[in-house]
């Protein structure tokens, strides 16, 4: 008789396999837009825009189904959408079409967003889980290293073979998952029909938000992050490969270049995470939101001086810092959230968080593609960095006001350092893949 895994080794192989897929996929993902579909800065940035648009009309109801009716099967449904999507972009250059493989990657990515946090957290508990987040993100972070290589290979061959193989391996872990993933702790609301259970999970969020009104100021950040990264990570590599020459490298094919960007940016970023783990309390409001504050700084400081900078080497240093800010913010930001929610709404309050930073991205993102049509990329990314002043602004506020002090008290129980709610990674960052992020 056939017994399945336990939870905790299929939660760590799905975080390997997806860290190898998503590590192959995203290397190569802005190049194959920008040599071989010849996309201009602004259809660039309207890629971003359907993905995120996507994710902005589907993240909060795909979240619903996780807590109302499977996480386990919002997961499978959500890694055979997402290869699909990926299969789709392995085979075109068409804008439209490559348009249309952005739509379904954002509707799978919805159906995993929040739903393998909930899941995981549930079958072994919160503070199991804690620690497993971590020890899952390194998995991945391992596995990423050799999908870069693969990736890289690969593109030498096709610069759309990754994208092929990234999208058949969603689909065959997609198949795996049937066969071996539990779901022992979820539990239905009894005596409930899927309506009523959807609209309890509705009313559970909602009251989360009021128990917690601090979830208004994170999800305002939330949407300001948006804004802000969306310019970078559809620009960047345009700006690297237009208009800053890539110097030979032992006479290899100059896309080894990308791998050894990605490579660096993250190890730096595994680096960033473990002093993060061993040295900075992101237990309380208070000591998450002055972390928070010191890595968007970093952020807003390397992505301005990255559009100003003009030689090789100084963009590629930049590339690796501002990867890094944003490896180390992911966690902290995802256990600022998580302080204090209830397990009913855990998957849907994730969700929402995700929903406003998909606002930000889609109400900003296509002004930062016509500014880089009407001045230039470099303009386009300077501005793009400098939206992020704003969140500066509410974490002092909310660092010299007492308010952290109040925020304290809301939560039920402070997290550790772990406890938080890493993605399935997601959106296209160039040079990094982290979610539609």
């Known amino acids: 008789m056939f017994r399945k895994p336990s939870a905790t080794a299929v939660y760590l192989m799905m ?35 359907v993905l995120e648009g996507t994710v902005l009309v589907f993240e909060v109801p795909t979240g619903i189904v996780a807590d ?7 997961i499978i449904v959500g890694m055979s959408i997402m290869g699909a999507g990926f299969v789709l972009m392995s085979t075109t250059t068409s804008f439209v079409v490559l348009a249309a493989s952005q739509a379904i990657w954002g509707l799978g990515y919805t159906f995993t967003s929040g739903a393998d946090v909930a899941w995981i957290t549930d079958e072994v508990g919160e503070q199991e889980a804690a620690r497993l987040y971590l020890r899952g993100s390194q998995w991945a972070q391992f596995a990423a290293l050799f999908g870069i290589a693969g990736s890289i290979g690969l593109a030498v061959i096709a610069l759309g073979l990754p994208l092929l193989v990234a999208g058949l391996l969603h ?41 917690r009104p601090v979830l208004l100021l994170i999800f305002a950040v939330a949407a300001i992050h948006g804004a802000s990264t969306e310019g970078f990570d559809r620009l960047s590599y345009a700006l690297l490969i237009r208009d800053v020459t890539l110097p030979s490298l032992a006479g290899l094919d100059p896309l080894v270049w ?26 309380t409001h208070r000591g998450a939101s002055r972390t928070l504050l010191l890595l968007d700084a970093g952020l807003t400081l390397s992505v301005v001086l990255f ?6 080497l100084p963009a590629i240093a930049l ?35 995700s929903q406003v930073d998909a606002l930000g991205q889609v109400g900003v993102g296509p002004l930062i593609g016509l500014l880089a049509v009407a001045r230039s990329v470099q303009v386009a990314i300077v501005a793009a960095g400098l939206l992020r002043l704003p969140a500066l ?8 006001s007492g308010r952290a002090q109040a925020v304290e008290e809301e939560a039920d129980r402070p997290l550790g350092v772990d406890d938080l709610g890493i993605d399935l990674p997601g959106a296209p960052n160039p040079p990094r893949i982290s979610e539609p992020d």
């Open 171 to 211: 689909v065959a872990l997609a198949v795996v998952l049937i066969l071996v993933m539990p779901e022992r702790a979820f539990r239905r609301p009894e005596k409930a029909s899927v309506r009523h259970s959807v609209g309890s999970t509705v009313r559970d969020s909602l009251g989360a938000v009021k128990r």
């Open 319 to 353: 590339i690796w810092a501002e990867g890094l800010f944003r490896e180390v913010r992911d966690p902290v930001f995802a256990a600022w959230v998580n302080q204090g929610l209830d397990s009913r709404s855990r998957a849907t309050v994730n969700s929402m968080g």
């Open 68 to 74: 109302s009716i499977s996480r386990r099967t919002s």
């Open 258 to 283: 990308f791998g050894v960007i990605g490579a660096g940016g993250l190890l730096l970023g595994m680096g960033g995470a473990e002093l993060v783990k061993r040295g900075v309390d992101i237990t």
């Open 15 to 49: 975080m390997a396999v997806t860290g190898f897929a998503f590590a192959m996929m995203g290397t190569i993902f802005s190049v194959y837009q920008i040599i071989e579909a010849r996309l201009d800065p602004l259809e660039l940035v309207l890629m971003g825009t």
């Open 393 to 400: 602004a509410l974490y002092s506020k909310t660092l010299g």
């Open 307 to 312: 559009a100003l900078t003009v030689g090789f």
